[in-house]
Structure formats: C-alpha cells, structure tokens
C-alpha cells in the first residue's frame, strides 16, 4: 500500500520518513501545489503534499486539488490521510483540540469539483463523504498517539475564503448544529472520492470563529494556535501510518462503479485519454 498525505510542511518535517526522494509531476489538470516528497516510515511508501505549497502560497480556492489528487492517484497512493486548520462552532470545542469528522456542508461556488465533464458524466453517490473505515483508523491512532481531546464525528462546513466569516454567517452554521468550518475540504474530499481514495482527513482547531463575542478570529491566533496543534497532528499522522491494516477495505476504492452516466463510444477520445488512470477499467 502506499499512503498520501496532504496538509502542511511541519508534518513532512515532522515524519521520520527514511529513503526520502522529490519528484516533479504534471498532470492533465495542472502542475499540482508542489513537488511530491516520497519516501519510507514502518516500512510502508508515504506520499507528502503541501496543499497550499511548502511557502503557503495557493489561496484555498487556488490551490490546485485536481492536480494534487491526481498525482497522488497516479503515484500510486490508495488512501489518504489529510489535516486542515478549522475554526470551532461550539463551546466544548476549544482551540488546540482535534476533530475527525465524517460529514460535510459544502458553502463554496467557486472551485471546480469534478475530474470529469468534456462529454463525459458521472453521477457519484457523496452521502459519507469521508471513508468511514480511514475515520474509524485515524480515530483509534488519535486515541493512542496524544492526550489532545480528540472527536470522531461531526460536521466540517467549508467556506470559500480567503475570508473568514461574517458573524450572522458563524451564527448560522452553529444554529444548524455543525462543529468546525474550514475552507479546504472541498474539493478535495470529492475529487479523492472520484479518484477512489480512501480519504478522511484529522482537523485541528485554531480559533472559535466569529460567534462568541469575547472571541475575535485573526491571523496571529490561528497561526498561533496551528503551531501548537502541530505536535498533535504530527503524532496521529505517525500513529496512523505505523498501525495502518494490510487488510484495509474501503468503499472507496471502487465508487466510480456503475456511476457513469455516458455510453463509452459517446466519450469524447480528449476525454477519454485525460481520464483513463481515474476510470480506464470502467471504459474497456
């Protein structure tokens, strides 16, 4: 197996990986937010990808998802371990805790959100947005590898950015009784889903958002506070890469069956050729 990882540079800093190479790629959909970092931990191949670049220089809406999961996809990664910074939408959740969730509310409009399109339409189902199997594993490695508070469970809404909320906005999402809000999930959790990842992602809490009046978000406190979950992440990371089942199952690895929705002799060959690695098996 060959595990992915996406989030910040403080995690590959952090991994004790042994055999560590860089690779630039290019992809169909773009040059992906940096190079790829390979390498060994516990003897399985890690795949590290800063979502945002090593010098955080790709806002959440520009950075670019499809290339960075395409690349893992066609590194050979088959799961993915994902982290995001996230704001807090209630009072038990305070910053410097973890959250693993297993839903999302998607609140952004502009990012592209499929690999396919060009002739080509896959209806797939999202219903559990990350695989419940990675959420069960990264839960149990959290549960071993920090005294963190950790949650399994909730409800991630991704915004658009680089903003952060308005107040009536953070007030909103707290009414509906949803637990973190973020900007980077999305596209990534459905694109890895088309990708048949296996992906679900351990969110570490910088702030309260806006909604708590004693409580203001600004740059200096989330940094601030991503600094110290860093150690957190880093440990659950490891933990999860070390325990990592060989006879790991996921749903994911085969959702694109039965969801595309174009007769294969009606795919364009444009199409057909910049999606073969997601979908060629469906395509024969």
Known sequence: MTIGVIGGSGIYEALPLEHVRTESVSTPYGDPSDDLTMGELAGEEVVFLPRHGEDHRHTPTGASYRANIYALKAAGVDRVISTNAVGSLRED?????????????????????????????????????????????????????????????????????PQ???????????????????????????????????????????????????????????????????????????????????????????????????PTESIPEETRERVELLAGQYLD
């Open 164 to 262: 952060y909320s308005t107040k009536a906005e953070s007030e909103f999402y707290r009414e509906q009784g949803w637990d973190v809000v973020g900007m980077t999930t999305i596209p990534e959790a459905k694109l890895a889903r088309e990708a048949e990842l296996s992906y679900a992602t351990v969110t570490g809490i910088t702030d309260y958002d806006v909604w708590k009046t004693d409580s203001e978000v600004t740059l200096e406190e989330v940094l601030e506070n991503a600094a110290a979950n860093q150690e957190s992440l880093n440990a659950v990371i490891e933990e999860a890469i070390r325990t990592m089942p060989e006879d790991f199952e996921s749903e994911a690895w085969s959702a694109l069956e039965g969801t595309i929705n174009t």
């Open 93 to 161: 959740l305070p910053p410097q805790s973890l959250v693993i969730p297993d839903q999302i509310f998607d609140r952004t409009k502009h990012r592209q959100p499929t690999f396919f399109g060009d002739g080509m339409v896959v209806h797939m189902g999202f219903a559990d947005p990350y695989c419940p199997a990675m959420v069960d594993h990264l839960a149990s490695a959290a549960e071993s590898a920090t005294d963190t508070a950790v949650q399994q469970g909730g409800t991630y809404v991704c915004i658009e950015g």
